[in-house]
């Protein structure tokens, strides 16, 4: 009896050992099992953008047993958290599409190999699951902010969706992957362009402390490249306003010129300059008949004195010649 119990207790120590290597572990659940692999897929998710489906990168595969148990070494993640996809596929590729349709045939989580993830049997393929990742239970609860969102109708207001879940994004998710799932979801519905044009310094800054972070750079890299573009579009955009600008700061410069030398030429129409009381009588004795030497002999002035009056008069009533003012008294 004393043996029966010493064997027990080492297949439950040896049972735990192993159990406390598993990354992953868990049970599927599968109504046809005709249909569907007797093997579950394990991969690596990358966020790309304008996609609402992942890249993945294939990791490991393993067996089902009899009753649906699964499990993935911690060996087989890194020490930082990543997004990772646990798949079943059917086993005709005629079926794929069908089944793929109607079963959700996978599911997303994150993990690092210092944490577990278990599935618990259910009605689901993957039913629920248990895990310790402190990132992946705050995706949870992003999960359950967007479940309202799933089934978007004709009324759905991009506008408020993209502010309920920015503001969620920036206020209420602490961990950086998973505010980078969130803004990938703005992506997924064509928003994530229009917000980053409109608020650059927050997502730049959001950039920026990815950059400064442990994260993969894999992991934002889709991010980065699209701000990229961005930001160089608003440079370029500023760059055109700034020609334009300029050019029409030029044209209204060039216009004011133009008006104030106009304003001067019609100033100096309207408003001639006075004659002075020499200049007048100078001009009465011109229009009366009399010569440059008379007018200087009757003023008892030079006749050098008189031209300088005549040509001074010729300017200020901007005529040239005595005809022109006889005609202009």
């Given amino acids: 009896m004393r043996t029966k119990n010493y064997i027990l207790i080492i297949l439950l120590f040896f ?21 569907w692999e007797q093997k579950v897929y394990l991969s690596q998710i990358q966020l790309e953008e304008n996609t609402n ?41 005629e079926e794929k599409n069908k089944l793929s349709n109607k079963i959700k045939n996978f599911q997303l989580f994150i993990l690092s190999k210092k944490d577990t993830v278990h599935f ?24 359950k902010f967007e479940a309202k969102y799933e089934n978007l109708t004709d009324d759905f207001d991009p506008k408020q969706y993209l502010i ?17 799932i969130g803004i990938k979801k703005l992506d997924d519905q064509n928003l994530l362009e229009k917000d980053a044009k409109a608020n650059p310094e927050y997502y730049l800054s959001f950039l920026k402390e990815l950059k400064s972070s442990e ?12 701000l990229n573009f961005i930001t160089q ?7 055109k306003v700034s020609l334009w600008v300029n050019g ?18 019609t100033i100096k129409v309207l408003a001639p300059t006075p004659l002075s009381k020499q ?51």
Avoid: C
């Avoid at 309920?164 to 980078?180: A, R």
């Fill in 15 to 35: 049972y735990a050992t192993i159990r406390s290597q598993d990354g992953v572990s868990g049970y599927v659940h599968i109504e046809d099992p005709e249909k």
């Fill in 233 to 239: 579009e608003i440079v370029n955009h500023k760059y």
């Fill in 120 to 143: 618990t049997k259910g009605e689901r393929m993957f039913g629920e699951y248990t895990t310790n990742n402190t990132a992946d239970l705050e995706w949870q609860k992003l999960k």
């Fill in 164 to 180: 309920e879940t920015k503001g969620y994004v920036k206020d209420s998710l602490q961990i950086l992957l998973v505010k980078l």
């Fill in 279 to 329: 200049e007048k009588a100078v001009k009465n004795l011109i229009i009366s008949g009399k010569s440059n030497k008379e007018i200087a002999n009757e003023l008892f002035i030079s006749l050098s004195t008189v031209k300088t009056h005549i040509t001074n008069i010729y300017s200020k009533l901007n005529i040239s010649s005595r005809q022109d003012l006889l005609l202009k008294k």
């Fill in 53 to 93: 489906t992942y890249n993945t990168t294939a990791i490991a595969s393993t067996l089902l047993t009899e009753d649906g148990f699964f499990a993935f070494n911690k060996n087989l993640f890194t020490s930082k958290d990543h997004i990772y996809k646990v798949q079943l596929n059917p086993i005709s590729g």
């Fill in 248 to 265: 029409a700061a030029s044209l209204v410069i060039i216009l004011l010129i133009g008006f104030i030398l106009k304003s001067r030429r």
């Fill in 215 to 226: 994260l993969d750079p894999s992991t934002y890299a889709y991010l980065e490249n699209k």
